[in-house]
């Protein structure tokens, strides 16, 4: 069966890591100041890309980052996980589709995130092409049922472009 392409489609992404002393916390691509723990990672660790990057290849049912960025794999090692965010956006955007809104959920216990929302805003904005009044940004804790972990969860919008 053939049918024209949706004009929107919704992808859905989640992302944890453990969080643990001696490391840094980024998320968003901001660093977080005074953390005191980091993520637990094969990458840099940074839950909000990950789960963003899984959200943009949902969204056209390309499959997930695991895929294209194995943790197994040594030359992802440290790797900055803008570039895997980057990688599929123009994934997206090869097939004809861009974000237009995000929606983001933080789980995280402590530090408090909330002085740098606009910044983590801004800094996906940035990324992604998109106007920070279209990334949506919350933040929750755990209630400290997951003390010593980072939860990520994000819907975005994207949009077929030139329709
Ligand atoms: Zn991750």
């Not at 489609?9 to 100041?33: M, T, W």
């Amino acid at each position: 069966m053939t049918s024209s392409p949706l004009p929107h489609r919704i992808g859905y992404g989640e992302d944890a890591h453990r969080l643990a002393e001696g490391r840094s916390l980024v998320l968003g691509g901001v660093a977080i100041p005074h953390a005191g723990r980091g993520a637990v990672a094969h990458s840099d660790g940074d839950a909000v890309l990950h789960a963003v990057a899984d959200a943009l290849l949902s969204g056209l049912a390309l499959g997930d980052i695991g895929q294209y960025y194995p943790d197994t794999a040594p030359e992802n090692a440290g790797l900055d996980s803008r570039v895997i965010l980057m990688r599929c956006l123009e994934l997206v955007r090869k097939r004809g589709y861009a974000p237009v809104n995000l929606a983001l959920v933080v789980t995280l216990d402590r530090p408090k995130l909330g002085p740098l929302r606009a910044d983590i805003a801004r800094s996906l904005a940035e990324l992604l092409g998109l106007r920070e009044t279209e990334v949506g940004v919350s933040f929750k804790t755990s209630e400290g049922l997951a003390p010593d972990h980072v939860q990520v969860r994000v819907t975005v919008l994207l949009a077929r472009m030139g329709a």
